[in-house]
């Protein structure tokens, strides 16, 4: 038995060493490629590259990873994966259900999430500064966040409906309004905001999305895109990607293209200086909004495709921070949304459904 197990072993490294040459030797002759041909051998050197050194990333990075391949593959290897997550989900969201009035504890919760933000990037100061004026609402943010990652889970044991009936209720205590909607919120925190604007609309608790353009419209008005600066630019065309993601239920549903006229126009208009001015990660997001509302051949999305592409890393067999950071932990977020965009397929995978699953 031992033999036999090793030898499996020794079989499947083998198919992943040779798997890793092929994409290599592959790579090397990109440039007589086809766009369809690139954006397929691109997207598996990164797949594959993240594939052998998986185990060695944080499982939070594992999940946004799994999550994300398993939404556009439907592939049950990352099932795991998004199982643990669950775990690790249900249990704070349980935790905090049960504390939800104790101020002393949602204080520590604060701290908890607070020191999570990175002092020394631009975002993680602004966000600091946001959320030490507003008490609590991180807390709450966090706890709307685990709620709807329940439900996306699809889960119809008694327990569970019970957990997000009761989640529910409570949300419905905090104005969440208020503050998604207000323009130095809206300045330092656009993509995350409309997340959360449509995680209470999908979880029936509040509709407020009409309110929420129209504070993002005038925070961000168009006539006004030379007053900004670069990165405040790479925030507006954030915060725009986000309305159609967040409608997609995070990859899990197509949009509908008219309700989004007005971004796919923006982007459309603006595409020379999105591609100038973002980053890989923002121009995937871009490309993948076209996906999600049905657009093949589009040349903005083409272009995106191909500023993508450009961006690969033949080295290291991913796409670098703009620095050049070859961190694959740290830049899994613009990987995987690179692969995304070079590996779109004709479905969507929803949940994944996990109603069977017992502790």
């Avoid at 969440?176 to 925190?189: H, I, P, S, W």
Wanted: with cysteine.
């Amino acid at each position: 038995m031992k033999v036999a197990i090793q030898y499996l072993k020794i079989k499947t490294e083998l198919r992943f060493c040779i798997a890793v040459l092929f994409c290599l030797i592959t790579v090397t002759g990109i440039q007589s490629k086809s766009l369809e041909e690139k954006s397929k051998i691109i997207s598996e050197a990164i797949s594959q590259k993240y594939k052998s050194e998986f185990s060695n990333i944080e499982p939070e990075i594992q999940k946004h990873y799994a999550i994300r391949k398993y939404r556009i593959t439907g592939d049950s290897s990352y099932i795991p994966f998004i199982i643990e997550d669950l775990k690790i989900t249900r249990a704070t969201l349980q935790n905090d259900l049960q504390h939800f009035s104790d101020t002393i504890y949602i204080f520590q919760r604060e701290k908890e999430l607070f020191e999570k933000m990175n002092p020394k990037t631009r975002k993680g100061k602004a966000r600091r500064a946001l959320f030490k004026g507003n008490p609590k609402m991180l807390f709450y943010l966090n706890f709307l966040y685990n709620t709807n990652t329940i439900a996306d889970y699809y889960l119809d044991n008694p327990i569970d409906k019970n957990l997000l009936k009761t989640c529910r209720l409570y949300l419905h205590q905090i104005d969440f309004k208020t503050f998604l909607t207000d323009t130095t919120t809206l300045r330092v925190y656009a993509a995350q905001a409309v997340n959360y604007v449509y995680y209470l609309q999908q979880l029936q608790v509040i509709d407020f999305r009409d309110e929420y353009l129209n504070a993002f419209q005038q925070t961000f008005p168009d006539s006004l895109d030379s007053k900004l600066s670069n990165k405040e630019f790479r925030d507006k065309i954030y915060g725009l990607t986000h309305f159609i993601i967040s409608a997609s239920r995070y990859y899990q549903e197509p949009v509908d293209s008219h309700e989004f006229k007005w971004i796919f126009q923006y982007f459309d208009n603006n595409i020379k200086k999105i591609l100038k001015k973002s980053t890989p990660d923002i121009i995937a997001e871009v490309g993948i909004c076209y996906k999600l509302a049905g657009y093949q051949n589009h040349k903005p999305l083409l272009r995106c495709i191909k500023k993508v592409i450009k961006s690969f890393d033949k080295k290291h067999s991913i796409i670098l921070s703009p620095k050049g950071n070859s961190d694959i932990s740290k830049g899994e977020h613009r990987n995987i949304l690179a692969i995304m965009l070079l590996s779109w397929g004709d479905s969507l995978f929803q949940g994944h459904y996990l109603s069977h699953y017992q502790d």
